[in-house]
């Protein structure tokens, strides 16, 4: 386990899981097993052996049911707060709630994962790239994991595109297009506070790659993308989550 890191983190965890309905046997998405693991348990033990001491988590859709199984988090080397949604505000909304929270601590940065996404690469490089190039250029607001389908395993969900330069710079964001060229958008941002100024407050929703990103670039503000070693396996479709089971089976020893 890497030193604890004083940074505090966002697990997005408040989806329906609708389309996977027919594998989740009505479990909420993050709980739905892949290698045998709840994905949110395999999220937040990935956070804790990064440093990550303490993460909220967002609820909607089964969140007693959540929150019966995480408990405070310590079974998994962190400590969870929760952070319920009525309605569903969005990725981004989600953060713009917990502002004041996320926010508190020196470094003024957070961390956002997409909570039913199967992480497995090293995030502690990812943090460092960040603080890095923050250092280098204060004009740097994020850093976003991404990845290459031709590349790292990944399970046909192809989530949004990102375009980004020679210099890793984000130059555009596409959603909506499967074939369009670019990194695929891994789910996992690396975020100073002052990003939280392009999202609108609650109760309005609005979503980081859809929305706010595309804003920020419109506004002239940096963003780089981190192009992952390893894997990010989405399971929202019943294909998509026999893919990531095979795939977590053939990286067992």
């Known amino acids: 386990m890497q030193g604890e890191r004083s940074l505090k983190s966002l697990v997005l965890a408040a989806g329906r899981s609708t389309r996977l309905a027919a594998v989740a046997g009505g479990a909420p998405k993050p709980l739905v097993p892949v290698g045998g693991v709840p994905v949110l348990h395999r999220n937040l033990r990935w956070l804790a052996s990064h440093g990550i001491s303490e993460t909220y988590v967002n609820l909607h859709y089964g969140a007693d049911e959540i929150k019966a199984s995480v408990g405070d988090g310590s079974a998994f080397g962190l400590r969870v707060k929760w952070s319920e949604e009525h309605p569903i505000l969005g990725t981004a909304g989600a953060a713009k709630k917990l502002e004041r929270e996320l926010c508190s601590g020196p470094l003024q940065r957070f961390l956002v994962v997409y909570g039913d996404n199967v992480f497995g690469f090293d995030l502690g490089c990812m943090l460092d790239a960040h603080t890095e190039a923050r250092f280098k250029d ?21 989530g949004g595109r990102v375009q980004a330069d020679a210099a890793n710079r984000i130059a555009a964001f ?80």
């Open 138 to 158: 204060p004009t740097v607001a994020g850093t976003l994991a991404v990845f290459d389908q031709q590349r790292n395993p990944h399970t046909g969900i192809a």
């Open 174 to 253: 596409v959603e909506g297009q499967p074939d369009a060229p670019g990194y695929v958008n891994a789910g996992c941002y690396v975020l100073e506070a002052e990003t939280l100024m392009c999202v609108p407050p609650p109760p309005q929703a609005s979503d980081w790659a859809r929305d706010v990103f595309p804003a920020m670039l419109l506004a002239g503000m940096y963003l780089r993308a981190y192009p992952i070693e390893g894997y990010c396996l989405g399971i929202d479709t019943p294909e998509a989550y026999r893919k990531a089971e095979e795939i977590i089976a053939s990286l067992k020893p």
